[in-house]
């Protein structure tokens, strides 16, 4: 194994600079005097982006054939950690074909707004799931020795201005909502590097973000690998180095790289940090370098690999029985996404395939005697009457209409937001046009993400698809005919309206920031907390077969903070064919701590059933599932009471449930003073029994003469409630107003509570 040490201590800080900046759009610089080469990196993350000649970020020049793998959109829905694992070995292997040392991805953003433009890239509006997937995916490319980029850390969960807005959101929101997917892959997987966001987060760039890159990615959660830049994301090149970034993306980095030996030389900069930037950095490039095995990168095995992860994927959101599609029944395919799917996202994940599987090549290729008509164009709203007249035609022939529907690329793509979440309107009109003279329509939608679908109740069947990959096609034909049997559960919500959704009001910013208002309730946490109802929950997901999840169990039901509880829960399939079912635990905080959403996922997982089999599944539920974060203690928390966890088949769908009992130790901090409230030192261990020996002796509401054992004073049980509700909220100093006590005695009982407090 290279000595990467040895070769640091041989480097002059010129050539140690040098290697903190990328030599062009794909490579690091080489320092051929001792050996050192140019290493290469290359987009994905759902196949290869190599780009042999002219390099660029936005997928504008062409790059290598490869395998255009389901979208992150598509992946997240499988909810199925094996199989993107065994995705990412696929992958490592194809960079290990074309000696590629990292595969920039996965993409974790958070889906905050149905809008943002990269959402298909993105997996999911959850961060557990998000980190779950990510993990798994990045242990399985780097099984193979080539590196990961995880992305893009932190906070880019739009499009609109993403190189200089600020995200203004609280610590809480950030560590619950846009931290756990890299810190659970972080500390699960250890992604060779991270690629730092273009955007600022409150008010300071990624790049050069001290508590982000040293504190939080390294020193909280053990970050051991480098990060990297966004291309194009540097701000200060000096400061990036102080604050932990490693390496400048893309070209062009010569005047930031003499910045940094001008900083060392001026005393600016501790020349300790460019050799550990450098010693990170190389230690990431050598590994993949020396454990190269090459090997072929065959695109016809990994395409099949690509129609079974879809297969896994396509979320069959409703059916009332037309689908499996039947022998012998005349279908009509509509919709020019049946003849050219919208397989992919556009901008720099964008793939180019080395082929690509159409829903009609499929048919054709397993002799199917389908009719099409186009009806509609598969890249622009377009209206076209005659073709609208064909297409309605064609239905009314045929005993099945599938109309091929989706989202043209122009609507969502890297580089900017979506306008809003609407279909193009000529083919809602067609849908519409067609349910009026055909009862059986199945609709089969491309999209990157959710669509608004008023028609959603004239149609027999829906099927997800999302941006599924270049085998699209045949998993189109497997699961429309039953060869497949759908297994995708959302993983976010479809909201009725884009109005509902809670990042709606201050989505997506002016030119300088964007607040996150809308706190921790994101996604289903919004639409669950406020019992909205939408049209698709996350987690919703059906199949040609049935499931029961039942008799949740726990192996205890009292908790402290050091314990791990075991809860297990039952999944029987319950039809007649073989399926698979997303078993989802949520975990439901009942202590009467306020802000709190609904609930929220902790574990899942994805059950393979024969007819009749019961499975049972079992999940580990330590403190940090039941805790928020709490800025008062900088650090997870939870409180002693009930909580419930939750367990069914989707977030509306939660078909058994147990309540555990939590005690912890853990107090909040409290510093007593005069405009503390009763309630305060009530739910404070340490102040609640001063304060509960105190008030048994006096009512401070009904004047210290009120006596408990005076009959007379007694307050009525519904007055003694009101009274006690009241003094929660109430201020110590008020003691003073309602004659308790005087200025004096209330500076003692104060300092005594304050002592208490302290030991
Ligand atoms: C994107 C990254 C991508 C990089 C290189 C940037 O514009 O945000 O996700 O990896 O370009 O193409």
């Known amino acids: 194994m290279t000595d990467v040490k040895k070769l640091i201590a041989q480097m002059t800080l010129e050539e140690k600079a040098s290697l903190l900046g990328g030599d062009d759009f794909w490579h690091t610089k080489a320092v051929e005097r001792l050996g050192i080469p140019r290493f290469m990196m290359s987009d994905g993350p759902h196949g290869l982006r190599k780009q042999d000649q002219e390099g660029d970020h936005l997928g504008i020049n062409d790059s290598i054939k490869a395998v255009c793998f389901p979208a992150a959109c598509a992946t997240a829905s499988s909810f199925d950690t094996d199989m993107i694992e065994k995705m990412g070995e696929t992958i490592g292997d194809e960079c290990q074909a074309e000696d590629l040392a990292v595969v920039l991805g996965p993409a974790v953003n958070i889906k905050r707004s149905p809008l943002c433009g990269r959402n298909f890239e993105y997996f999911s509006e959850d961060p557990y799931l998000a980190g779950k997937m990510a993990a798994a995916y990045i242990s399985g490319v780097q099984s193979k020795h080539v590196g990961t980029s995880i992305k893009h850390f932190a906070l880019n969960d739009q499009e609109t201005n993403r190189m200089n807005i600020s995200a203004e959101a609280s610590e809480r929101t950030i560590r619950e909502i846009y931290f756990p997917a890299f810190e659970i892959a972080v500390k699960e997987s250890q992604p060779k590097t991270v690629m730092c966001s273009y955007n600022k987060i409150n008010g300071t760039y990624s790049s050069d973000n001290e508590w982000l890159l040293n504190k939080v990615l390294r020193e909280d959660w053990g970050f051991q690998g480098a990060v990297m830049t966004d291309w194009g994301a540097v701000d200060d090149r000096v400061q990036g180095v102080k604050a932990g970034l490693e390496l400048e993306m893309p070209g062009n980095t010569k005047a930031n790289d003499k910045k940094i030996v001008d900083a060392v030389k001026s005393g600016a900069l501790d020349e300790k940090l460019v050799d550990r930037a450098v010693e990170r950095l190389l230690t990431v490039m050598y590994d993949h370098y020396d454990n190269r095995v090459g090997g072929t990168f065959d695109r016809d095995r990994d395409h099949e690999a690509a129609e079974k992860v879809e297969e896994n994927c396509a979320v069959l959101l409703q059916n009332n029985g037309i689908l499996p599609l039947k022998e012998g029944q005349k279908i009509a395919y509509i919709g020019e996404y049946a003849e050219k799917p919208r397989y992919q996202g556009g901008g720099s994940s964008h793939i180019n395939s080395s082929k690509v599987v159409s829903a009609l090549d499929a048919a054709k290729a397993a002799g199917r005697a389908v009719t099409y008509v186009k009806g509609f164009p598969a890249d622009k709203d377009e209206e076209n009457a005659k073709e609208l007249n064909k297409a309605v035609e064609a239905a009314k022939a045929a005993d099945v209409a599938v109309i091929f529907a989706g989202l043209p690329d122009v609507i969502e793509s890297e580089g900017y937001d979506r306008k809003n979440m609407k279909m193009p309107a000529c083919q809602v009109k067609l849908i519409e046009e067609i349910a009026k003279v055909q009862k059986n329509v199945v609709v089969v939608l491309h999209n990157g993400s959710p669509i608004e679908a008023p028609w959603a109740g004239d149609v027999a069947a829906i099927l997800e698809m999302y941006l599924g990959g270049q085998a699209v096609g045949t998993a189109e034909d497997h699961l429309l005919y039953g060869i497949a049997n759908p297994s995708g559960h959302l993983a976010e919500t479809f909201p009725m309206k884009l109005e509902d959704n809670p990042s709606y009001l201050n989505f997506p910013g002016d030119s300088y920031k964007v607040h996150y208002q809308e706190g921790v309730f994101v996604g289903y946490r919004y639409y669950d907390t406020k019992k909205m109802p939408v049209r698709w929950a996350f987690g919703h997901g059906l199949s040609y077969t049935t499931f029961e999840v039942k008799n949740l169990r726990v192996d205890k039901s009292e908790m402290t903070d050091g314990d791990v509880l075991t809860a297990s829960v039952d999944v029987t399939n319950t039809g007649s064919r073989q399926g698979k079912e997303v078993v989802q635990l949520y975990i439901s905080d009942r202590t009467g701590t306020t802000g709190r959403p609904e609930k929220e996922l902790k574990g899942f997982a994805k059950v393979d059933l024969a007819p009749g089999e019961t499975k049972t599944v079992t999940f580990a539920i330590d403190r940090r599932a039941l805790s928020y974060f709490e800025e008062r203690l900088g650090d997870w928390y939870a409180a002693s009471g009930t909580y419930e966890l939750q367990a069914g088949d989707s977030s509306d769908h939660i078909t058994a449930t147990a309540e555990i009992h939590f005690t912890t130790e853990v107090e ?76 004096e005695q209330l500076e003692g009982l104060i300092a005594t509570l304050n002592k208490v407090v302290e030991d």
Do not use: C, W
Request: charged share 20%.
């Open 668 to 743: 909040l901090p409290l510093h007593v003073a005069g405009d503390t409230t009763i309630g305060q030192l009530l739910s404070n261990q340490k102040t609640a029994a001063v304060v509960q020996k105190l008030f048994s002796q006096m009512n401070p509401l009904g004047g210290q003469d009120a006596k408990k054992d005076d009959p007379d004073a007694r307050l009525g049980a519904g007055e003694e409630e009101m009274n006690k509700a009241m003094m929660l909220y109430m201020p110590l100093k008020s003691l003073i107003s309602f004659g308790v006590m005087n200025g």
